[in-house]
């Protein structure tokens, strides 16, 4: 897939044009990668992390016979791009217009050394990133269909609205063929689930990207969250 960025008017063909800001400690190159653009490519030299200031980004791969599947979404505030090797290890997608901010490997490395909030912070997102990661595992390896969606749906509505509860509503920041990648079902399924919900009254669809969910505990109880069952009770 073709890595292109920033989509230039005027013209048929999308390209990358990075702008210059101006912060206190270094000088930052931003770059604005068009919705379903490549911001780098499975197997491309990692000379570059990348700090999203604002949109979606999903990290995937793409196996051998053409089918993808995304191993994590990532949000405004996140770093993606790092790798223990001198290759990106997977591909990474916007999945709305995004903003990135450019931080080469090197000068990256520097700022973790000299500044010991960011290595802070780095390892909080590296450990939350673990625990994610274990999660999508279960979810792949255990979860049946309605499991999956549901813990999916359970995921967006913790990280967009984390004190509310029934009556909120859910953005989808991903196409459709996409949520069916990450989740690892095929289109028809997912589109049977998100059915199956809304004749459960535990959600109810306001578009193909928005959801207002209905009945919070039953999303919970679904997605099977220990967790989140464990602040229910402790609310009630």
């Not at 051998?64 to 599947?69: A, E, L, P, T, W």
């Not at 790092?82 to 090197?106: D, G, L, W």
């Amino acid at each position: 897939m073709q890595t292109l960025a920033l989509e230039m008017t005027g013209g048929d063909q999308n390209m990358m044009l990075p702008t210059t800001t101006q912060t206190a400690s270094r000088r930052a190159h931003c770059i604005s990668v068009a919705q379903n653009k490549d911001l780098y490519v499975q197997g491309d030299s990692a000379k570059t992390f990348y700090k999203i200031v604002d949109g979606t980004v999903a990290e995937y791969r793409t196996l051998m016979d053409g089918r993808r599947q995304i191993i994590a979404v990532y949000y405004a505030g996140d770093v993606v791009g790092m790798t223990p090797t001198e290759f990106y290890e997977y591909s990474a997608e916007a999945e709305s217009p995004t903003i990135v901010e450019c931080i080469s490997r090197n000068q990256f490395a520097t700022q973790i050394e000299a500044d010991p909030d960011l290595r802070s912070q780095v390892m909080h997102q590296f450990m939350e990133r673990l625990a994610n990661s274990r999660s999508h595992i279960v979810l792949l390896g255990r979860m049946n269909a309605i499991e999956r969606v549901a813990s999916f749906l359970l995921g967006l509505h913790r990280r967009q609205n984390p004190n509310a509860g029934e009556g909120t509503t859910v953005r989808i920041p991903m196409s459709r063929s996409d949520v069916d990648d990450y989740l690892g079902l095929t289109i028809e399924t997912v589109s049977r689930k998100f059915t199956a919900l809304r004749q459960m009254k535990v959600i109810e669809l306001l578009g193909p990207q928005l959801v207002r969910i209905l009945d919070h505990s039953e999303l919970v109880r679904l997605a099977d969250d220990e967790a989140a069952f464990d602040e229910l009770t402790c609310d009630a």
